[in-house]
């Protein structure tokens, strides 16, 4: 992890980004259950799409697509690799 | 005849119930778990003589018991204590499969992993090598397509052999920091004093530093009914010092 680069949430990342997860900023059941679904440290997350109202965004995480809330991706912090 | 218990777990969508379905055939019996509202299929095999009966549990990403679905699936392979668990898992995303296969495997020692789906993970151009993963998670590993029918018969014969006690296995259990390890080893001698040696203590010492009440509560449940002479204040004082 290159410590000069400043961590982003999931949630600001654009749709076609490639995201590396770093960090989840969640505890209890909520980070377990993200777990569960792939969203680890070191998992590449694209961005899909965006729902017509902005909230929820679809994700692709370990050859599964995934719909996180706002409240959610926003404490997924990691690094954004590439894509557009 | 003495009939086997098989219970099927799984990961949604990796074809467990295709499974369930080429074994049993039409012989299935469908309801709700006791009290819930999840859906419960149980059918029989016949092979080489022995009959098993087959339990379809809800396919679940994990068995920490977010869900009903997850704690009757967790229920069954812990409380139940089936003959054999197969671990359904999806041979095009095995990454995210294998995350529930070593949760069944810190559960229980009688575990088979099915790789499902492999005709579509060979044409995706996925190898798995089944014989370096049964080494590294030391229980049998067997590839299958419930869809073709195909691997059926190697499987059955796995689960004949491993019940028979031909296949010996030695699952892998995840070492976890220093720190965690000496509080397992802590409960889990004390655990094994009240729950014997019937039901996986160190998995129990997991899940009660994880905090689990609500298995906590079942646990001793459990053990009343079972008649064990472990009184509840005594069951109480031991988990709370």
């Known amino acids: 992890m290159h410590l000069s680069k400043v961590l982003k949430p999931l949630s600001d990342c654009s749709t076609g980004e490639l995201f590396v997860i770093q960090e989840l900023k969640l505890e209890g059941v909520m980070r377990r259950r993200l777990l569960d679904l792939g969203f680890v440290k070191g998992a590449e997350?694209?961005?899909l799409q965006r729902s017509p109202l902005g909230d929820p965004t679809a994700f692709r995480?370990?050859?599964?697509?995934?719909?996180?809330r706002h409240e959610e991706s926003s404490k997924i912090l990691g690094e954004v690799l590439g894509g557009a | 005849m003495n009939v086997k218990k098989i219970a099927l777990a799984g990961n949604p969508n990796t074809g467990k119930s295709t499974l369930f379905n080429t074994l049993t055939g039409l012989k299935q019996h469908t309801g709700n778990w006791p009290g819930k509202t999840v859906v419960h299929a149980e059918g029989n095999v016949q092979y080489q003589?022995?009959?098993?009966?087959?339990i379809d549990l809800p396919g679940t990403y994990s068995l920490f018991s977010n869900s009903t679905d997850e704690e009757v699936a967790r229920d069954y392979i812990v409380f139940e204590q089936p003959d054999a668990t197969l671990v359904v898992v999806d041979g095009t995303s095995m990454e995210r499969n294998l995350n529930l296969a070593l949760q069944v495997l810190e559960m229980t020692d009688k575990v088979i992993i099915c790789i499902n789906l492999i005709d579509e993970a060979e044409k995706k151009g996925i190898v798995i090598d089944e014989g370096k993963l049964s080494s590294k998670l030391g229980v049998p590993v067997v590839k299958i397509s419930a869809r073709n029918k195909q691997g059926i018969d190697t499987l059955l014969d796995t689960i004949a052999r491993l019940l028979r006690g031909d296949i010996q296995t030695k699952p892998y259990r995840m070492t976890y920091q220093?720190?965690?390890?000496?509080?397992?080893?802590?409960?889990?001698?004390?655990?094994r004093e009240l729950i014997g040696h019937d039901y996986p203590s160190r998995w129990m010492a997991l899940r009660l530093l994880d905090g689990d009440d609500a298995l906590l509560k079942k646990l001793h449940e459990q053990i009343q009914m079972k008649g064990r002479e472990v009184k509840s204040y005594e069951f109480g004082n031991a988990i709370n010092s």
Not at chain 2, 49 to 54: D, H, M, P, V
Not at chain 2, 178 to 191: A, G
């Open chain 1, 45 to 47: 997350v694209s961005v």
């Open chain 2, 49 to 54: 003589g022995q009959e098993y009966l087959l």
């Open chain 1, 61 to 68: 995480v370990s050859d599964t697509t995934v719909a996180l």
């Open chain 2, 178 to 191: 220093p720190e965690i390890e000496e509080q397992i080893k802590k409960l889990e001698s004390r655990v």
